[in-house]
Structures are given as C-alpha cells and as structure tokens.
C-alpha cells in the first residue's frame, strides 16, 4: 500500500469502519453530527478514498466498505513516522513517547508482554 490518509480521509475512514458496510448518505449523516462537514465535503473524500483504493463503493445505496483494515493502516501510517521523522529507530520512537508520560505497573507488563512475543 503506497497511498497515505489525509487527515480527513481518516476521518471518514473512521466513521467507515467503525459502521461497514454503510451507506454513503449515512456517512454523510454521521460526519455531519461529528465533525460539522457538509454532504459535498463528505461525497468528495468518499470518492477520494474510492480513487486510491480503500474502499469500494457498490450501488444501490453507494455501500462502502473499507478494503484496508484499521490496523492495516495503523501499521503503515506508524511505519512512515518511524523512518520520517525517526530514521527508523524504534528506540528513539518510544523513547520519545515515553519520555514525559509515566506508565503505569499494567502498562509495563503489557509493552514487555508485547517485546517478549518478538
């Protein structure tokens, strides 16, 4: 997958999988109430996300379903952070994101659950 998210198209993406398969007018609806779009605006970024191929978008009702999982993209978008902004240095990554936050006992025993598993 080459193609990134604007943040607007992750928005309606947002909405896409937390409601697939929904209807084009429903995510208009839904971004309406949310985050104040008009219908236009809402249309634009589904054809968008048609174009670049993370949803598919099927009559009657213009169904969408998303054709990417979230976790799909949670990976690729943290991947383009880890080189762009870290060359790549996982530890720098979290050295970075733990730094001014403490974690909690739980938290610990989780991350180390998760290196272990590597």
């Given at each position: 997958?080459?193609?990134?998210?604007f943040?607007?198209?992750?928005?309606?993406?947002?909405?896409i999988?937390?409601?697939?398969?929904?209807s084009?007018?429903?995510?208009?609806?839904i971004?309406?109430d949310?985050?104040?779009?008009?219908?236009?605006?809402?249309?634009?970024?589904?054809?968008?996300?048609?174009?670049?191929?993370?949803?598919?978008?099927?009559?009657?009702?213009?169904?969408?379903?998303?054709?990417?999982?979230?976790?799909?993209?949670q990976?690729?978008?943290?991947?383009?952070?880890l080189?762009?902004?870290?060359?790549?240095?996982r530890k720098?990554?979290?050295?970075?994101?733990?730094?001014?936050?403490?974690?909690t006992?739980?938290?610990?025993?989780?991350?180390?659950?998760?290196?272990?598993k590597?």
């Open positions: 997958m080459k193609e990134k998210l943040e607007s198209e992750a928005k309606v993406m947002e909405i999988w937390a409601n697939a398969p929904v084009a007018k429903e995510i208009s609806l971004a309406t949310t985050i104040g779009w008009n219908k236009n605006t809402t249309y634009t970024i589904i054809k968008k996300l048609e174009a670049k191929g993370f949803i598919r978008r099927e009559d009657p009702g213009f169904i969408c379903t998303p054709l990417v999982s979230k976790k799909e993209m990976k690729v978008e943290a991947d383009s952070l080189k762009k902004i870290f060359n790549g240095s720098a990554l979290f050295s970075a994101l733990l730094e001014d936050e403490p974690l006992e739980n938290e610990i025993d989780e991350l180390k659950k998760l290196i272990e590597r």
